[in-house]
T-cell receptor, first 113, second 113 residues
């Protein structure tokens, strides 16, 4: 029972570098989400997807890109890392948006120096 | 955008005491969710509420969906040390284009044995 799997767990980036956070779910969920959580704060939605080939911006999309080529995978890309992107990133998935549980991955800790 | 105010921000209680926390919103949600987050992990769903006025229990936890659809409450009875963690409320608005959660900023609960 893998659920939602995120990699890497921890990463340190230099300013201006790029990287991709990987997310995969094996529950055949059609909805997937990326959130970021800053210290002492709740989760902010970055991007979400309602199905393969469809992505939409959340509250804080600037500086990020996503793709959804398959139902299982929803990678998050940082093109030019900035210190403001230091955060904990959570991937999540769910069935359709109505009356269902959103399952979260264990998080990816990213530090930009 | 939608905002959630979660109170209190932190609580320090003795084992055995009851706990109450709440969330209020500037706008209506049609689902309220309560999550718990342990250190280094992703949020885990505790209780989901789907109807205004609904009162739902999960063991020692009880949550209510406010009549106005703009608030929700979580109560924990007879607290134990493993209740320590951050509790988040989340409002969900089901839309035709997807389903997104808006999170409160969390209530940090500390239980002294």
């Amino acid at each position: 029972n893998a659920g939602v799997t995120q990699t890497p767990k921890f990463r340190i980036l230099k300013i201006g570098q790029s990287m991709t956070l990987q997310c995969a779910q094996d529950m055949n969920h059609n909805y997937m989400y990326w959130y970021r959580q800053d210290p002492g704060m709740g989760l902010k939605l970055i991007y979400y997807s309602v199905g393969a080939g469809i992505t939409d911006k959340g509250e804080v999309p600037n500086g990020y890109n996503v793709s959804r080529s398959t139902t299982e995978d929803f990678p998050l890309r940082l093109e030019l890392a900035a210190p403001s992107q230091t955060s904990v990133y959570f991937c999540a998935s769910s069935y359709s948006g109505t009356q269902n549980t959103i399952y979260f991955g264990e998080g990816s800790w990213l530090t930009v120096v | 955008g939608q905002q959630l105010n979660q109170n209190p921000q932190s609580m320090f209680i003795q084992e055995g005491e009851d706990v109450s926390m709440n969330c209020t919103s500037s706008s209506i949600f049609n689902t309220w969710l309560w999550y718990k987050q342990d250190p280094g992990e992703g949020p885990v769903l505790l209780i989901a509420l789907y109807k205004a006025g609904e009162l739902t229990s999960n063991g020692r936890l009880t949550a209510q969906f406010g009549i106005t659809r703009k608030d929700s409450f979580l109560n924990i009875s007879a607290s134990i040390p493993s209740d320590v963690g951050i509790y988040f409320c989340a409002g969900q608005l089901r839309e035709t284009s997807g389903s997104r959660l808006t999170f409160g900023e969390g209530t940090q609960l500390t239980v002294n044995p």
